[in-house]
Nanobody, 124 residues
Framework: QVQLAESGGGLVQAGGSLRLSCAASGRTSSGSAMGWFLQVPGKEREFVAAISWSGRTTYYADSVKGRFTISRDNAKTTVYLQMNSRKPEDTAVYYC?????????????????WGQGTPVTVSS
């Protein structure tokens, strides 16, 4: 079993920056790709960014390209999401996810473990 714990959410003004962290614990895999997703009330969970185990491959949703950066520190089993130039439409609960594969994926169904989520509010 893998436990994921997100942190770093909160309130930020439009144009500001925020960094989310996701710490993995438990039976962590040395080959897990990881991702960030967001969800707003009444809508399905959406892909934001993903990173391979090595960190050499990253995917981003079109809406965040150039503004968000995903990275990981495998020594600390932590994944980060640096969010710059925040927009009010970025307001959502952000979830960290891990999968038992080193291959990056944008699909929620392909992730095996999820964190509880951290809320992010961007004020205009």
């Amino acid at each position: 079993q893998v436990q994921l714990a997100e942190s770093g959410g909160g309130l930020v003004q439009a144009g500001g920056s925020l960094r989310l962290s996701c710490a993995a614990s438990g039976r962590t895999s040395s080959g897990s790709a990881m991702g960030w997703f967001l969800q707003v009330p009444g809508k399905e969970r959406e892909f934001v960014a993903a990173i391979s185990w090595s960190g050499r491959t990253t995917y981003y949703a079109d809406s965040v390209k150039g503004r968000f950066t995903i990275s990981r520190d495998n020594a600390k089993t932590t994944v980060y999401l640096q969010m710059n130039s925040r927009k009010p439409e970025d307001t959502a609960v952000y979830y960290c996810a891990a999968r038992w594969s080193s291959v990056v994926s944008k699909e929620t169904s392909e992730y095996d473990y999820w964190g509880q989520g951290t809320p992010v509010t961007v004020s205009s």
